[in-house]
Antibody, heavy 118, light 113 residues
């Protein structure tokens, strides 16, 4: 069974950093592109980042480019999201997702909440 | 960036009825090399994680009931829910994964009368 378990969320002040982790199991992690998707409170879904199987290619929307870094450790079947210079608008639930069929988020974690506030 | 527009923003139907949700893209999502549309649908029930429904515009994800049907190609797509059940109360999102940045529509809220 595919499982994705996020951790590392919490309350952080504006301008500070936070690193999210996602532990994957139930599939060969190194064979799949992985992604982070977020959802601000009472808002819609927003794609945040994608990383290739080897980690050599990463993709971001302009809203987080230069501040967020997605990475992975295939030996540990783990995905990460380093978030720097956090803003109040980064407050959201962050989901880890496995990308299938060329980019479709076919499996999701339960999500982890990040609150950016002073 | 590709803009995704969903309509209606909300809809209320009775149990047993059929409902059609629309998703329009600002540019074609059809990849000519494999003739597939890079458009997906997700269901998010209140307080829950998004659940995959449809990929490549028309393919049901594992375990999705056949009352959920995706159709369309190019820039216009629909999700048809036949014989709506009370458990279908949810927000429905479409997403294009044809080109980065991937973009979601703003969602359609399905309410049960």
């Amino acid at each position: 069974e595919v499982q994705l378990v996020e951790s590392g969320g919490g309350l952080v002040q504006p301008g500070r950093s936070l690193k999210l982790s996602c532990a994957a199991s139930g599939f060969t992690f190194s064979n799949y592109y992985m992604a982070w998707v977020r959802q601000a409170p009472k808002k819609g879904l927003e794609w945040v980042a994608t990383i290739s199987t080897s980690g050599s290619r990463t993709y971001y929307p302009d809203s987080v480019k230069g501040r967020f870094t997605i990475s992975r450790d295939n030996a540990k079947s783990s995905l990460y999201l380093q978030m720097n210079s956090l803003k109040s608008e980064d407050t959201a639930t962050y989901y880890c997702a496995r990308q299938d069929y060329g980019g479709y988020s076919g499996y999701w974690g339960q999500g982890v909440m990040v609150t950016v506030s002073s | 960036d590709i803009a995704i527009t969903q309509s209606p923003s909300s809809v209320a139907v009775s149990v047993g009825e059929t409902v059609t949700l629309s998703c329009k893209s600002s540019q074609s999502l059809l990849y000519s090399e494999n003739n597939k549309d890079y458009l997906g649908w997700y269901q998010q029930k209140p307080g829950q994680t998004p659940k995959p429904l449809i990929y490549w515009a028309t393919n049901r994800h594992t375990g999705v009931p056949d009352r959920f049907t995706g159709s369309g190609s190019g820039t216009d797509f629909t999700l048809i829910i036949s014989s709506v059940q009370a458990e279908d109360l949810a927000d429905y999102y479409c997403e294009q994964y044809f080109v980065y940045p991937f973009t979601f529509g703003s969602g359609t809220k399905l309410e049960i009368k």
